[in-house]
């Protein structure tokens, strides 16, 4: 028995199966912001950027993610 803190998408079916209790829940951790960096003008790619899109996309799309 203990305490972690683990980001909610790692450790989702956990939760859903009840093999883990969330506590605390009124408490949530600081939001940490997820960067991707990348050389901008003649040294970005267009498949550098259609990668940045998708996963800007897939990132917001997350609710995990959301604060």
């Not at 972690?4 to 209790?21: E, F, K, N, P, T």
């Not at 970005?44 to 917001?60: E, G, K």
């Amino acid at each position: 028995m203990g305490l972690s803190q683990l980001a909610r998408y790692q450790v989702r079916q956990h939760l859903r199966s009840g093999a883990l209790v969330e506590v605390l829940s009124g408490t949530p951790p600081t939001p940490m912001p997820i960067s991707l960096l990348y050389p901008q003008g003649r040294m970005a790619s267009a498949r550098l950027r259609v990668f940045a899109d998708w996963l800007t996309a897939l990132l917001q799309d997350d609710a995990d993610l959301q604060a």
